[in-house]
């Protein structure tokens, strides 16, 4: 096709989450304050967290609370990752012994705290050539 010489299309890997409680609702209010779907919310904070994964943060590792959280007020999403953004999470996951899902989760409550905080955009200014 034209245009698309030397280009690879990117495969996508769909991805069933379901988030409860708390995390349900964070991204049920923050993807409605940044004019994004749940799911786009979802995506975005993957790619996010994979961006993220080699800096020093703390928080960058999933913290085992998540797994007693109450799933009470349930957000089911099925969300589209690319194939490199899935492979990262699951070799993360892997690492912390840890669910892909659960991995999503931290990620987008890390995601909704730094959007929160402001960070991101220090981040994305910080970023921009001069």
């Known amino acids: 096709m034209p245009g698309t010489r030397g280009r690879r299309s990117a495969t996508k890997r769909e991805v069933a989450l379901t988030l409860g409680g708390f995390a349900g609702t964070a991204v049920e209010t923050m993807a409605e304050r940044q004019s994004l779907s749940p799911q786009e919310l979802v995506s975005l904070a993957a790619e996010y967290y994979v961006a993220e994964r080699n800096t020093p943060r703390t928080s960058s590792r999933g913290p085992r609370w998540l797994d007693e ?62």
Do not use: F, M, N, Y
């Open 69 to 130: 959280l109450d799933d009470r007020g349930t957000v089911k999403l099925e969300i589209e990752l690319r194939g490199e953004t899935w492979e990262a999470l699951r070799e993360r996951a892997r690492e912390e012994r840890t669910t892909v899902e659960r991995l999503l989760e931290h990620a987008t409550l890390q995601l909704i705290a730094d959007i929160d905080s402001g960070r991101v955009t220090t981040r994305v200014a910080q970023d921009e050539p001069e």
